[in-house]
């Protein structure tokens, strides 16, 4: 079975699918439009689904085949607050202050989904052997929906896992990511008159306010690698002569490895504590949710590099060229060819034209000791079973991620063409290993290595609900 144009002759209902998740643009948790939706087509091209898994509401598996091996793909479908916005290459949002598929997560669970598909098509005819999983994976964005399923049990059986993330450049996956945690400091103290008799109480916004200091004054004193970023979401209310009795901040920490970010959480802790003291109040930790580092697997890497390289990456017509100009006349300037370099070495210079503003060649297939400054939740899949993940082009070279500009790609022909080759490639690599258990058992040899050599260790502590 050819895969590729399988999924060529099928391109329209995904495309109509994609655009339908991304008008649903639904939040973290919420996605019940955008899940009910793909779980109802899997279900009716024959998979078997079960809903709300792990706990989650949105979260699924949809199966299809028997026996081993199990290849797992991953897909997401959560939207991000404030983005709303038409698929044109101006600022217009559809709702004003909606929301918006800002990472292309309308694209990643539909490539996902449509993969899954021809993988199945292919195991009807013989061309491929096992079972093929696609996992419905909510909240990638503030949720961590992905380490709750690791967590819950919900990979256990799984052999192996692909997936993709729509970026503005094609090429495998090949450095590493931040760890991070995100935890809650909520301060009690005591109400009083703020004239009559301030005395009397202790103030929970002042304790928020020393902890940030505190914090500001530890960043020099942390790897470079590491960030810190906190907001107050609770500033003690809105009355200034009543002394605030409970005031709350969220930290996101993140350092190249889990550990790393362990350390200092344990310094920012001693800090919250410190602001607690010198302010007479109590200080709570409320835990919310962890990310892991990725582990990656060079086997896998290698098998999805040469399915990006036999596929072919798309080409783009005058009108998409024209939309990515105008697109990239309203982003800000950035570095994206110094970015690629460290990501895929010297050989990417001579891969982006001084003019370029769709980006259509596949990078080299390298790993660098680089790490990328973001997160993703696959992180802790990659560390239970092995796990091998492509980007594509979905957006003009200068987009920023987490933006309308990406929003307006995401509903329209460069995000399709993009989903649509990530689709290709990550059935493609699944009917590799599904036909070359030699390969399958190189992988599984190498993460076992790895495993050994630094054992997993989840970033969510027990009893930690998702929402
Ligand atoms: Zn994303």
Same mark, same amino acid.
């Given at each position: /079975? ?82 709303? *916005?038409?698929?044109?290459? !101006? ?42 999983? !696609? ?11 992905? @380490? ?19 970026? &503005? !450049? ?12 995100? &935890? ?6 005591? +109400? ?49 002569? &009543? ?22 959480? *344990?310094?920012?802790?001693? &800090? ?15 835990? *919310? ?26 080409? !783009? ?11 990239? @006349? ?12 460290? /990501? ?18 596949? /990078? ?31 957006? +003009?070279?200068? @987009? ?34 599904? @036909? ?16 050994? +050599? ?14």
């Amino acid at each position: /079975m050819n895969i590729p144009e399988w999924i060529e002759a099928n391109k329209k209902s995904f495309i109509e699918l994609s655009d339908q998740v991304w008008q649903f643009a639904e939040l973290g948790f919420t996605e019940q439009r955008s899940s009910g939706l793909l779980e109802a087509v899997l279900e009716e091209s024959g998979f078997e689904v079960q809903r709300g898994i792990a706990n989650i509401p949105t979260a699924f598996v949809a199966s299809y085949g028997t026996g081993k091996p199990i290849v797992a793909i991953l897909g997401e479908y959560d939207a991000l607050p404030g983005l709303s *916005q038409e698929a044109v290459p !101006y600022l217009k949002p559809r709702q004003e202050g909606g929301n918006g598929h800002g990472c292309g997560h309308n694209l990643l669970g539909v490539a996902g989904l449509a993969a899954a598909q021809a993988v199945k098509e292919a195991i009807c005819l013989g061309d491929a052997k096992g079972t093929v999983r !696609y996992y419905g994976c909510p909240a990638e964005e503030n949720g961590s929906g992905k @380490t709750f399923m690791v967590k819950a049990g919900t990979f256990k059986d799984v052999d192996l896992s692909l997936c993709w993330h729509p970026d &503005v !450049y094609n090429g495998i996956v090949g450095v590493n990511v931040l760890a991070n945690i995100k &935890v809650n400091f909520r301060f009690h103290g005591k +109400a009083a008159h703020a004239a009559y008799d301030p005395y009397n109480g202790r103030s929970a916004l002042d304790a928020v306010e020393l902890m940030n200091v505190g914090a500001n004054y530890l960043r020099e004193h942390l790897i470079p690698d590491a960030r810190i970023h906190y907001v107050i979401t609770n500033g003690g209310g809105s009355a200034a002569n &009543v002394v605030p009795p409970l005031a709350e901040s969220q930290y996101i920490l993140r350092a190249p490895l889990l550990q790393q970010v362990n350390e200092i959480y *344990q310094r920012v802790m001693d &800090v919250a504590r410190g602001a607690a003291l010198m302010t007479g109040t109590e200080v709570e930790f409320i835990f *919310q949710k962890g990310m892991s580092n990725l582990l990656l697997n060079d086997t896998i890497t290698d098998v999805l590099y040469e399915k990006m390289i036999q596929v072919g990456p798309p080409e !783009y017509d005058q009108q998409e060229i024209e939309f990515a100009r105008q697109i990239s @006349t309203t982003c800000p300037q950035s570095d994206m060819t110094g970015l690629l370099i460290k /990501m895929y070495g010297k050989e990417a210079r001579a891969l982006v034209p001084q003019d370029a503003v769709l980006l259509s060649p596949v /990078m080299p297939n390298v790993q660098m000791d680089f790490v990328a400054p973001g997160s993703t939740d696959v992180g802790d899949v990659s560390w239970v079973i092995p796990t091998g993940q492509i980007e594509t082009t979905c957006a +003009a070279l200068n @987009t920023p991620s987490h933006s309308w500009q990406i929003v307006a790609q995401s509903g329209m022909s460069i995000g399709h063409k993009g989903m649509l080759y990530a689709g290709k490639v990550m059935a493609l690599a699944a009917q590799e290993f599904m @036909t070359h258990p030699e390969r399958l058992k190189e992988a599984r040899d190498e993460f076992e290595r790895k495993i050994k +050599a630094t054992p997993y260790q989840c970033p969510i502590p027990d009893g930690v609900q998702p929402f």
